[in-house]
């Protein structure tokens, strides 16, 4: 079985540009997450989705990012425009019942 | 809410030594308790994870961990450590009425020969 794919795995773009994130979670798993993880520190959650629709979208800064889960499967996370601060690791997890959370091998993003 | 506590940022350990990775939590409900390792520029992997029943929970490369419910704490050990497991550890809390996986801010755990 595939795990969760995320393209691409590094992004380097210049500050003021955008940038997306794309992530294809396991298959059947209807929870799909997005978090964000800075250096040296634990991963924080940026959006939530059971199926197509985002549950938790409290820590997300709708300002300049974005996201969406067209048809419950994949989904992408774009940041527009990107500032310094945002460079980060990008991770995306899907889970198909409690306890059965699966990681992607993360974006990291470096915005010069 | 949750809150996950990593008490040591690093960890130095000598190749085959036993080794004790702390981690506290806290929260108003029960929660399921999780340990991930990330190895250098690639995601995270599941060691571990307690949902219910006994307390002591082993998981993958001889990793286990106890969940005390008085000290809410879960400690991850292992007995005898390798060079390979040099890695950051990190320590996850959600709980039971929940998706919402809060982690620790991690420990760097580096073996030395």
């Known amino acids: 079985e595939a795990g969760v794919v995320q393209s691409p795995r590094y992004k380097i773009i210049e500050k003021k540009q955008p940038v997306a994130f794309w992530c294809n979670p396991i298959?059947?798993?209807?929870?799909l997450y997005w978090y964000r993880q800075n250096l040296g520190q634990g991963p924080e959650l940026l959006i939530r989705y059971e199926n197509e629709e985002a549950v938790d979208d409290s820590q997300l800064p709708k300002d300049r990012f974005s996201a969406e889960r067209l048809k419950g499967v994949d989904s992408t996370l774009k940041i527009q425009p990107a500032e310094l601060g945002d460079s980060a690791v990008y991770l995306c997890a899907s889970s198909g019942h409690m306890g059965g959370y699966t990681f992607g091998s993360g974006t990291r993003l470096t915005v010069v | 809410a949750q809150s996950v506590t990593q008490l040591d940022s690093q960890v130095p350990v000598f190749e085959e030594a036993p080794v004790e990775l702390r981690c506290n939590y806290s929260?108003?409900?029960?929660?399921?308790l999780f340990w991930y390792v990330q190895y250098p520029n690639q995601g995270l992997q599941l060691l571990l994870k307690?949902?219910?029943?006994?307390?002591l929970v082993k998981g993958i490369n001889g990793f286990e961990a106890e969940f005390n419910k008085s000290q809410t704490s879960f400690h991850l050990r292992k007995p005898s450590v390798h060079i390979s497991d040099t890695a950051e550890y990190f320590c996850a809390a959600c709980s039971r009425n929940g998706n919402k996986l809060v982690f620790g801010a991690g420990t760097i755990l580096r073996v030395k020969s």
């Open positions: 298959s059947g798993h209807n929870t």
């Open positions: 307690y949902l219910s029943g006994s307390t």
């Open positions: 929260s108003s409900v029960s929660v399921y």
